[in-house]
């Protein structure tokens, strides 16, 4: 370091903003008066510091005036810093940073920064220098990096010479002007990013930019250096103004705790009482104590508010600047001596130690004579000389006078043992600052860890609740399905029962269907009934293929009923339970009505073929009649044939009788001639005789004829009837025919077994009865069955519409219940798959709470076991019950 030592005070400079809007607008006073260049009337009072900037003054002029010296002075070697100080608003930030990138408004930063690189640029050709900033602010007692912000809390340290600097702060080297700016940038970007309110957070703050400058002269291997800080302080406003409270409250103590301190060290400075000045008390005064009191140039900022608002602030900052401008600092040129420079110091400070250890060989044995009780030995010449302390020279004076003005005398091994123990006692000063950071540090990590921890215990509670919940559900959920498997299995039980019945059941009937489908395939001749069985088979098929799966189903259940060993794999298959109970009540109703449909068809084939037997034999009972019919109209025309001939044979005894009358005529006339009396008697006889025998005849034959109009009447009716007969027959034969090949061979030969009796009696009593009232009796009795045969066939018919109705719907529910059955498969898939997913969505829940558990309470065990019991009892609210499962967990 250079020997050239300089005191210098702080320069104090105090700058006045204009009255802003709102102040304006409130019609605030505007107070200060300024007089001359350094001196302000405020309230009354005159402040005098080394300049007064007014309203008006731009920041070209700020900067020219104060600034412009300190670049110098740290290219020069020097150490700077400047300060803005007062309360928030006032303009501190206006002044050290203004608008940073605008010429006009720019503060004294971005004004360095272009300064400095000007300055390098005009300086000798053989400089190097080495540029290197910093930015960092401290909030709440904790040193942020602004350059880097994961290095939030940075403690402070000493360097080889004492000096305090911040330990661990990034430091960007830096080329340009630019790049300055861009450092700048970066570091404003990240301490906007880092809070919520910029302004609550920089009124609140201390931003420090530190600029470290090394230049070394390649030639002469010279090196100087220079260090200028760049101090925003927080709002000096005190905190009842602000109205701060609770945290935030803490806050602006702590704040103003630093302030305070700062304001404490420039008290003491200022009062000249430097014994003890009390920078270990906050982290600012301990970064600045060079630039308060110390080896730098230093210019602070008093920045004020004009209005008459803030006059009780404005009058507290001026005091302060007052105070501060007493403060003396001793400069001293950082200079890094050179080999040569050292040599000749070296010399010097050899031979200042070889008189001082001649004046302390003398004193010594001067203090040896007056302990001695010897007398002092005028002739001798003494300097008192303690180390640092300046040689006066020595006046002759009283033993006691000496003894006081001689404290102590110290041994140069002393002396170096003490300056050792200082060194011990500040390196365990560092250390324990350095502790005590390392413990604050901890202390933030664990405030933060507990944060963390209490909101990851909320968060868990919060977990633990859902879960709690989701367990109590699932337990209802569980109980519910319990309750659902046990009616399931039992209803499983008696379905199993019921079952084997209906299996029995079902397999006579099908054996029965059987026999009467081939019994039927066998009589059904016509298309429809064909196709009606076709379908029906088909339906059987399906609803024997839907009763074997069934059966399947039924049989695995029954086993699983059987064997007792019902394993709950999963919460699943409680619910596959309850849907297989839905579907086997279901199934066991379609099974329910498709007996009662296949009795019902049954009970309509029976019918059938009880209607087709009495219509057969109905049939049979025509044809007899018809037959019976046919012979009485044979014997109605034989009897005709008997009747023409009795007409034929009257009319050839009418024939003869003419003959004979017109022979007795050709008589009458040659015995007239002979005898005309007596033939005239006898030819009135005769004609008596012919009269009576016409008379006779014609009575017969009109008889005859009578009777004949009667029987051609009957015949007449009777060959109507026979039509009508014929007809219907004709019908009823092809319905019969019909019929007939539907039925067995068996009812063929009953039938012509009952024809054969039945034609064997009807034709005795056509024998015997024989007649006309007979022949009445037997077509009433024919027609009566005519009718119950047309009504009979009409049923079948009707019968047989109804079944082809029938049929279809009967399909329609078969397909529905295919499909039912269909959708149910696919929903038990379904219901399956979504059971798979809930598990393993659970099981994931589970993991996660698990592993959740597992990081926040890494070395508590007990948890494990928390976390155990609520898979366990998750699980088992799945339904899943297994031992093995248990296991697992
Ligand atoms: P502080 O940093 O002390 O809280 P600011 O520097 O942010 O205050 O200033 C508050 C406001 O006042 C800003 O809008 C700024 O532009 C304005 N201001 C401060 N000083 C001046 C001045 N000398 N001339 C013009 N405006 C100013
Ligand atoms: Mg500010």
Same mark, same amino acid.
């Given at each position: 370091?250079?020997?050239?030592?300089?005191?210098?005070?702080?320069?104090?400079? &105090?700058?006045?903003?204009?009255?802003?809007?709102?102040?304006?607008?409130?019609?605030?006073?505007?107070?200060?008066?300024?007089?001359?260049?350094?001196?302000?009337?405020?309230?009354?009072?005159?402040?005098?510091?080394?300049?007064?900037?007014?309203?008006?003054?731009?920041?070209?002029?700020?900067?020219?005036? &104060?600034?412009?010296?300190?670049?110098?002075?740290?290219?020069?070697?020097? *150490?700077?810093?400047?300060?803005?100080?007062?309360?928030?608003?006032?303009?501190?930030?206006?002044?050290?940073?203004?608008?940073?990138?605008?010429?006009?408004?720019?503060?004294?930063?971005?004004?360095?920064?272009?300064?400095?690189?000007?300055?390098?640029?005009?300086?000798? @050709?053989?400089?190097?220098?080495?540029?290197?900033?910093?930015?960092?602010?401290?909030?709440? @007692?904790?040193?942020?990096?602004?350059?880097?912000?994961?290095?939030?809390?940075?403690?402070?340290?000493?360097?080889?010479?004492?000096?305090?600097?911040?330990?661990?702060?990034?430091?960007?080297?830096?080329?340009?002007?630019?790049?300055?700016?861009?450092?700048?940038?970066?570091?404003?970007?990240?301490?906007?990013? =880092?809070?919520?309110?910029? *302004?609550?957070?920089?009124?609140?703050?201390?931003?420090?930019?530190?600029?470290? %400058?090394?230049?070394?002269?390649?030639?002469?291997?010279?090196?100087?250096?220079?260090?200028?800080?760049?101090?925003?302080?927080?709002?000096?406003?005190?905190?009842?103004?602000?109205?701060?409270?609770?945290?935030?409250?803490?806050?602006?103590?702590?704040?103003?705790?630093?302030?305070?301190?700062?304001?404490?060290?420039?008290?003491?400075?200022?009062?000249?009482?430097?014994?003890?000045?009390?920078?270990?008390?906050?982290?600012?005064?301990?970064?600045?104590?060079?630039?308060?009191?110390?080896?730098?140039?230093?210019?602070?900022?008093?920045?004020?508010?004009?209005?008459?608002?803030?006059?009780? @602030?404005?009058?507290?900052?001026?005091?302060?600047?007052?105070?501060?401008?007493?403060?003396? *600092?001793?400069?001293?040129?950082?200079?890094?001596?050179?080999?040569?420079?050292?040599?000749k110091k070296y010399e010097k400070e050899k031979e200042k130690n070889r008189s001082m250890k001649e004046t302390i060989q003398r004193l010594e044995a001067e203090l040896n004579c007056w302990r001695n009780g010897n007398a002092w030995l005028p002739h001798v010449e003494c300097n008192y000389v303690?180390?640092?302390?300046?040689?006066?020279?020595?006046?002759?004076?009283?033993?006691?006078?000496?003894?006081?003005?001689?404290?102590?005398?110290?041994?140069?091994?002393?002396?170096?043992?003490?300056?050792?123990?200082?060194?011990?006692?500040?390196?365990?000063?560092?250390?324990?600052?350095?502790?005590?950071?390392?413990?604050?540090?901890?202390?933030?990590?664990?405030?933060?860890?507990?944060?963390?921890?209490?909101?990851?215990?909320?968060?868990?509670?919060?977990?633990?609740?859902?879960?709690?919940?989701?367990? &109590?559900?699932?337990?209802?959920?569980?109980?519910?399905?319990?309750?659902?498997?046990?009616?399931?299995?039992? =209803?499983?039980?008696?379905?199993?029962? *019921?079952?084997?019945?209906?299996?029995?059941?079902?397999?006579?009937?099908?054996?029965?269907?059987?026999?009467? =489908?081939?019994?039927?395939?066998?009589?059904?001749?016509?298309?429809?009934?064909?196709?009606?069985?076709?379908?029906?088979?088909?339906?059987?098929?399906?609803?024997?293929?839907?009763?074997?799966?069934?059966?399947?189903?039924?049989?695995?259940?029954?086993?699983?009923?059987?064997?007792?060993?019902?394993?709950?794999?999963?919460?699943?298959?409680?619910?596959?339970?309850?849907?297989?109970?839905?579907?086997?009540?279901?199934?066991?109703? @379609?099974?329910?009505?498709?007996?009662?449909?296949?009795?019902?068809?049954?009970?309509?084939?029976?019918?059938?073929?009880?209607?087709?037997?009495?219509?057969?034999?109905?049939?049979?009972?025509?044809?007899?009649?018809? +037959?019976?019919?046919?012979?009485?109209?044979?014997?109605?025309?034989?009897?005709?044939?008997?009747?023409?001939?009795?007409?034929?044979?009257?009319?050839?005894?009418?024939?003869?009788?003419?003959?004979?009358?017109?022979?007795?005529? +050709?008589?009458?006339?040659?015995?007239?001639?002979?005898?005309?009396?007596?033939?005239?008697?006898?030819?009135?006889?005769?004609?008596?005789?012919?009269?009576s025998h016409r008379e006779m005849h014609s009575k017969q034959l009109n008889h005859l004829r009578d009777e004949i109009n009667e029987k051609q009447k009957i015949i007449d009716d009777l060959t109507d009837c026979n039509q009508k007969q014929r007809l219907e027959l004709e019908q009823l034969h092809?319905?019969?025919?019909?019929?007939?090949?539907?039925?067995?061979?068996?009812?063929?030969?009953?039938?012509?077994?009952?024809?054969?009796?039945?034609?064997?009696?009807?034709?005795?009593?056509?024998?015997?009865?024989?007649?006309?009232?007979?022949?009445?009796?037997?077509?009433?009795?024919?027609?009566?069955?005519?009718?119950?045969?047309?009504?009979?066939?009409?049923?079948?018919?009707?019968?047989?519409?109804?079944?082809? &109705?029938?049929?279809?719907?009967?399909?329609?529910?078969?397909?529905?219940?295919?499909?039912?059955?269909?959708?149910l498969e696919g929903a038990l898939k379904e219901a399956k798959e979504g059971a798979m997913k809930d598990r393993q969505r659970y099981e994931q829940e589970v993991e996660r709470i698990k592993d959740v558990m597992r990081t926040r309470n890494p070395f508590r065990r007990p948890h494990a076991a928390?976390?155990?019991?609520? %898979?366990?009892? =998750?699980?088992?609210?799945?339904?899943?019950?297994?031992?093995?499962?248990?296991?697992?967990?």
């Amino acid at each position: 370091m250079a020997d050239t030592n300089a005191e210098c005070n702080i320069k104090v400079l &105090c700058r006045f903003r204009p009255l802003n809007e709102s102040e304006i607008v409130r019609g605030d006073k505007f107070i200060p008066i300024f007089q001359g260049e350094d001196t302000v009337i405020f309230g009354g009072k005159a402040y005098v510091f080394d300049q007064v900037f007014p309203t008006n003054t731009t920041q070209e002029q700020v900067y020219n005036t &104060c600034a412009k010296q300190i670049v110098k002075d740290v290219l020069g070697g020097y *150490n700077g810093t400047i300060f803005a100080y007062g309360q928030t608003s006032s303009g501190k930030t206006h002044t050290m940073e203004g608008n940073l990138h605008d010429p006009q408004a720019m503060g004294i930063m971005p004004r360095i920064a272009q300064d400095i690189f000007e300055h390098i640029f005009a300086m000798d @050709e053989n400089l190097e220098f080495h540029i290197k900033v910093s930015y960092f602010e401290i909030y709440m @007692e904790k040193i942020r990096d602004l350059l880097d912000v994961t290095k939030n809390n940075l403690s402070v340290h000493e360097d080889k010479y004492r000096v305090p600097y911040v330990k661990g702060c990034s430091e960007r080297f830096v080329t340009s002007p630019e790049e300055v700016m861009d450092v700048i940038d970066e570091g404003k970007a990240n301490r906007h990013v =880092a809070v919520t309110n910029m *302004n609550e957070h920089s009124s609140r703050s201390h931003s420090i930019f530190l600029i470290n %400058i090394k230049q070394e002269n390649v030639e002469t291997e010279q090196k100087l250096s220079g260090k200028l800080y760049l101090v925003d302080l927080a709002g000096s406003e005190k905190v009842s103004k602000t109205g701060a409270e609770g945290a935030v409250l803490d806050e602006a103590k702590n704040i103003n705790k630093s302030l305070s301190a700062l304001g404490n060290v420039i008290s003491a400075l200022a009062e000249g009482t430097k014994s003890h000045v009390p920078y270990r008390d906050s982290k600012m005064t301990r970064i600045l104590q060079d630039s308060l009191g110390g080896n730098c140039r230093t210019t602070m900022f008093i920045c004020c508010s004009p209005s008459s608002y803030n006059d009780v @602030e404005t009058k507290s900052t001026l005091m302060f600047g007052q105070r501060a401008k007493t403060i003396r *600092n001793t400069v001293t040129v950082n200079l890094e001596l050179t080999a040569e420079q050292w040599k000749k110091k070296y010399e010097k400070e050899k031979e200042k130690n070889r008189s001082m250890k001649e004046t302390i060989q003398r004193l010594e044995a001067e203090l040896n004579c007056w302990r001695n009780g010897n007398a002092w030995l005028p002739h001798v010449e003494c300097n008192y000389v303690l180390a640092g302390i300046p040689s006066t020279p020595c006046t002759p004076c009283s033993p006691c006078s000496i003894a006081s003005s001689i404290v102590v005398h110290i041994s140069h091994e002393e002396r170096q043992k003490y300056e050792e123990e200082i060194r011990k006692l500040y390196k365990q000063m560092d250390d324990k600052d350095d502790e005590i950071n390392h413990q604050s540090q901890m202390v933030e990590k664990l405030k933060e860890q507990m944060l963390d921890q209490e909101e990851l215990l909320a968060s868990s509670r919060g977990d633990s609740e859902r879960v709690q919940s989701e367990l &109590c559900r699932l337990q209802t959920e569980n109980e519910s399905s319990k309750a659902e498997v046990k009616e399931v299995l039992q =209803a499983l039980e008696e379905l199993a029962v *019921n079952y084997d019945q209906k299996s029995l059941e079902v397999e006579e009937k099908s054996m029965q269907n059987k026999l009467l =489908a081939e019994e039927l395939a066998k009589k059904m001749v016509s298309q429809s009934f064909k196709k009606l069985v076709e379908v029906s088979g088909h339906q059987r098929k399906r609803i024997a293929e839907v009763l074997n799966g069934l059966t399947r189903d039924l049989r695995e259940f029954s086993t699983i009923v059987g064997n007792r060993e019902i394993k709950l794999i999963t919460g699943a298959i409680e619910e596959e339970f309850t849907v297989a109970r839905l579907y086997i009540s279901k199934i066991k109703s @379609e099974v329910k009505s498709m007996v009662k449909r296949c009795r019902y068809l049954e009970n309509l084939q029976m019918d059938c073929q009880r209607k087709m037997e009495e219509t057969s034999r109905e049939l049979s009972s025509c044809q007899l009649v018809i +037959a019976q019919h046919e012979a009485k109209i044979r014997s109605l025309t034989e009897y005709t044939q008997n009747v023409e001939m009795k007409k034929r044979q009257l009319e050839d005894g009418y024939d003869s009788l003419t003959e004979e009358l017109a022979k007795l005529q +050709a008589q009458g006339t040659a015995e007239e001639t002979r005898s005309p009396t007596c033939i005239s008697e006898n030819k009135t006889a005769l004609e008596e005789q012919m009269q009576s025998h016409r008379e006779m005849h014609s009575k017969q034959l009109n008889h005859l004829r009578d009777e004949i109009n009667e029987k051609q009447k009957i015949i007449d009716d009777l060959t109507d009837c026979n039509q009508k007969q014929r007809l219907e027959l004709e019908q009823l034969h092809g319905d019969f025919e019909r019929l007939r090949t539907q039925e067995h061979h068996k009812s063929r030969q009953l039938e012509e077994l009952t024809t054969g009796g039945k034609l064997k009696s009807a034709c005795m009593e056509l024998n015997d009865t024989g007649g006309f009232l007979t022949q009445k009796q037997k077509i009433s009795f024919l027609e009566n069955n005519l009718e119950q045969l047309t009504k009979v066939h009409k049923q079948l018919v009707r019968d047989n519409a109804d079944l082809r &109705c029938e049929l279809p719907k009967l399909e329609k529910r078969l397909r529905s219940t295919a499909e039912r059955v269909k959708a149910l498969e696919g929903a038990l898939k379904e219901a399956k798959e979504g059971a798979m997913k809930d598990r393993q969505r659970y099981e994931q829940e589970v993991e996660r709470i698990k592993d959740v558990m597992r990081t926040r309470n890494p070395f508590r065990r007990p948890h494990a076991a928390q976390i155990g019991n609520i %898979i366990i009892l =998750a699980r088992y609210g799945l339904g899943i019950t297994s031992p093995v499962s248990f296991k697992v967990i």
